[in-house]
């Protein structure tokens, strides 16, 4: 049939578009929303509640502010970046990054190169830039678990050494990074890596002397450092001292009662002007519910969760399609950004002691907000391939993995 025949018959000659690629491109909307909206409010916030302190220390009132927004522009970037690798790519270089991890935390320590703020030493000069060691270091622990766990899950399962191994691994960063001091990172971290090994089917037993273990540990800890007793004491009831050891929780609650329903206004708090301290960064969330009231502080808690569940979810399928690794860094994505971001709002909000810990996707600091679009992109990218089945392999014959959600 010549083409003038097809033509006349009204059959175009031209390729019709595949409806499977043009979905294949489509990011998922219940992550990138919520993701996209803490970014825009945050960045917000972080020109509200910096203002005061960016025009004190440089005399330009959105200094802070137009750094946030280069922090934020060059975090997209990488996540364009990360989007486009597969995903097998991070699993090879799970044991070079974690690796990469020890290295970079013993550089904080080479005269030089480590940065002292506040009294802790955990910025590594490169530069013009300052890095934050910790942020990496928790996102590349989330990587070299979910390889572990595929590499070694009959051993996690079933041996002891298969369970103990990488927490002994855990453990030399949790000293590395106590030295600086950082606390709250070793929390955040421990407790990630404690909830990918039970998904990963480590047995109860392990976790109930496991956390024995960390209790009598977190308690030797508190009892050799005075300020960290004050601090986990402090929060009960912080209006004993409210001019001293209680004044950033009491300004922090101030900033809430303040807020009432519906906020002061935006750019209207009193707690941002040299009240409350680190207002642009762990107390962001104090100064957003003076300004903008509890119900925009219920959203923004209603989209962490909407992220995490959906990790969650992204994880689960990437399970039933055994794609393991994908996986556990869902799951373990999913558990480290509610946890920080529960224990963040915590700290605002009274319930937790003080801890070091910014509110992802919206606290001001570069390492942190490149370190969470960076996470928000790899969760994209696993939605991505398990919903297109990119590279997927079918597993080999006699493989079954055994993990925590099939039962095993």
Partial sequence: MSVQAIRQAGISTQAQPDPRASMAWRLDPWLLIPAVSLLMLGLVMVGSASISISDQKTGQPFYLLIRQAVYVGLGLGLAWGVWRLPMRLWQAAGPYLILGSVLLLLLLFVPGLGRE??????????????????????LFVVIYLAGYLVRHNEAVRTEAGGFLRPLALMVLLSMLLL????????????????????????????????????????????????????????????????????????????????????????????QKLFYLPEAHTDFLFAVMAEELGLLVAVLVIGLFLTIVLRALMIGQRAEKQDRPFMAYVAYGLGIWIGLQAFTNIGVNMGVLP???????????????????????????????????????????????????????
């Fill in 354 to 408: 003080t801890k070091g810990l910014t509110l992802p996707l919206m606290s001001y600091g570069g390492s942190s907000m490149m370190v969470m679009c960076i996470a928000i992109a790899l969760l994209l990218r696993i939605e991505y391939e398990t919903r297109t089945g990119l590279t997927h392999k079918k597993p080999t014959a006699g493989r079954k993995r055994q993990g925590r959600a099939h039962g095993g």
């Fill in 179 to 270: 030295l600086q001091p950082d606390f709250g990172t070793v929390a955040v971290m421990m407790a990630t890596a404690m909830g990918m090994m039970w998904l990963g089917g480590a047995r109860l037993w392990q976790f109930l002397m496991l956390g024995a273990g960390m209790v009598a540990m977190l308690a030797l800890l508190a009892v050799a450092a005075p300020y960290r007793m004050a601090r986990l004491t402090t929060f009960l009831n912080p209006w004993a001292d409210p001019f001293n050891s209680g004044f950033q929780l009491t300004q922090a609650l101030i900033a809430f009662g303040r807020g009432e329903w519906l906020g002061v206004g935006l750019g209207s708090s009193v």
């Fill in 117 to 138: 703020v506040n009294g802790s030493l955990r910025w590594l000069a490169l530069g013009p830039v300052n890095l934050q060691v910790a942020e990496l270091v928790k």
